[in-house]
């Protein structure tokens, strides 16, 4: 641990801000064994923000343990996938924690907010495609980014997007999130100046094969600056999106 970090510890402790507990917590060993999970507690200090809980496959009493230890050393907790059982369990642990059940997440701040840095706006091509840009949306907002959310404007009636030009042009960032021919993003990109995250999703009739036929577009996207994540992954394209739009807010 660098002495910045150490000294802002030892003045948490002195405030009384910070208890012992949580303080061995940070400066101990980053990666705690919790016997069903590693938690990397230095993943915050590498990476800008701390360690992200992926709930699908995890019981409901492991994912309060890795929440308790993320906030018991003063960092705040974001979880996807969350399902309705996970949702119902950590919503009796930990009630002041905000759950969107359309996203599947769950947000716990420990910190204080500080002001949105950067501009991430988020596009859907329909409204199926709704969970997967929320999942983006609340990883956007938890990193710190503001965001601006436009559904229903794919291709089958271009006159609904380009009615929201003017919002999303001034992007730093801009997610689509699409199916079906999964053809809006190439279609955005050739409309700004700014970085196009691609998220493909599953929604579709056969011959989408559950996202790949829109993947498949997507990566040969003629506008150049289209990139393209993994289907339905909302989570990697609004944390990504937040880098970016963070970075750009620097300048």
Known sequence: ??????????????????????ALAKLGDPAVDLGYAHVDLD???????????FCQGKTSEWIEGVVHRLIGAGQD????RVGDDHALHLAQV???????RLARTFYLP?????????????LT????DLPVAKEAVVTAEALGSAT??????G??????????????????????VAGMDGALPSVVGGLVDCPVIAVPTSVGYGAAFQGVAPLLTMLNACSANVVVVNIDSGFKAGYVAALIAKRAARV
Do not use: K, S, W
């Not at 907790?77 to 996807?80: K, V």
């Not at 601006?148 to 404007?153: A, E, G, T």
């Open 43 to 53: 993943r915050e200090r590498r990476c800008g923000y701390p360690e992200v809980i």
């Open 1 to 22: 641990m660098d002495a910045g970090r150490l000294r802002d510890v030892l003045d948490h402790v002195r405030q009384g801000t910070l208890g012992i507990e949580e």
């Open 148 to 153: 601006h959310l436009i559904v229903d404007v």
């Open 94 to 100: 930990f009630p002041q924690a905000r759950q969107d």
């Open 125 to 128: 091509a329909g409204t199926t």
């Open 155 to 176: 291709v089958a009636g271009l006159h609904r997007l380009l009615r929201h030009a003017q919002e999303f042009q001034g992007a730093d960032a801009i997610i689509v």
């Open 110 to 122: 420990v910190n204080p907010p500080q002001p949105p840095r950067g501009r991430v706006v988020i």
């Open 77 to 80: 907790c974001l979880a996807t």
